[in-house]
């Protein structure tokens, strides 16, 4: 099982992780990340952000990338939600989570679609932060972690 969403809505990772799970008895792991606004970034306060992305587009990335993680890991399912739209610090952001036989495969795949997340798929964020508005680059440490895959 395969779910990919991009939404403007906020979403409840507990529904997330147990529509993954479902009634699915081989499944040995879960593992998730939540990725939340911060109201700090390159030590500028960010008092909100807009999320942009280029609909099509962006969801076949997701795909690609979540298919990716499937080839490498034998995986029971995985889920991607990310929000799109305007964020205040605190939202959750994007939800990734991976369902497995067993944590390793769970925890490496769960790892691997967040860094490419990171930095492959086509989302563009802009800040509002006490010093203007500012269109946010990719980090250094974000690519160095989606090489080492």
Known sequence: MR?????????????EQAALVGDNARIGALVSFVGLMRDL????????MRLEHYPGMTEKALEAIAEEAAERWPLEGLSIVHRVGDLEPGD???FVGVVSRHRGDA????EFLIDYLKTRAPFWKKE???EGERWVEARATDRAAAERW
Not at 3 to 15: K, L, N
């Open 107 to 110: 925890f490496r795949a769960c």
């Open 41 to 48: 970034n390159a030590g500028l306060g960010v008092a909100r």
């Open 128 to 130: 509002v932060t006490e």
């Open 92 to 94: 959750p952001i994007v």
């Open 3 to 15: 779910r990919i969403r991009v939404q403007a809505e906020p979403f409840d990772s507990a529904a």
